[in-house]
């Protein structure tokens, strides 16, 4: 096992690649003007973060996979609720995107589009949270 802290090698390599990622990330971002290349740079900011993280960690890079593998990971039915809201999320937009071709002349699409995306993102937040944990 190799720590990051007890090799001056490989932390000083993984904070220069850090360092690169993150600047290289932040220039992409900030000075593009396409959205996808945008968001490849907003990736490689995070990337150079996460390295920059492991760089300064105590723990040996093998124990960090290993209690990021342990950790509770929700079970298939959070999954199949997540699934089914996005699904619903996308028929609501829909039913809402036809009552604005006809002119708005019903409520009832918006108040359902803006309830299932409320509990979809919601759904999806919970499921990230106890996946980062």
Not at 40 to 58: D, E, H, N, W
Not at 67 to 84: C, D, E, K, L, N
Not at 99 to 115: E, I, K, S
Request: proline letters at 5%; a positive charge.
């Amino acid at each position: 096992m190799i720590s990051a802290q007890n090799n001056p090698v490989v932390r000083n390599g993984l904070l220069s690649l850090a360092a690169l990622a993150v600047i290289g990330g932040g220039a992409i971002a900030y000075i593009s003007s396409s959205f996808t290349i945008r968001t490849s740079g907003m990736l490689l900011l995070l990337i150079g973060v996460a390295l920059g993280r492991i760089a300064r960690s105590r723990e040996p890079i093998n124990q960090l996979a290993a209690r990021a593998a342990a950790s509770t990971r929700p079970g298939p039915i959070p999954w199949i609720v997540a699934i089914v809201l996005a699904l619903a999320t996308v028929i609501s937009f829909y039913y809402l995107y036809e009552d604005a071709l006809h002119g708005y002349q019903q409520v009832l699409p918006v108040y359902a589009f803006a309830a299932i995306t409320l509990i979809c993102g919601l759904v999806w937040a919970a499921l990230l949270a106890r996946l980062v944990q």
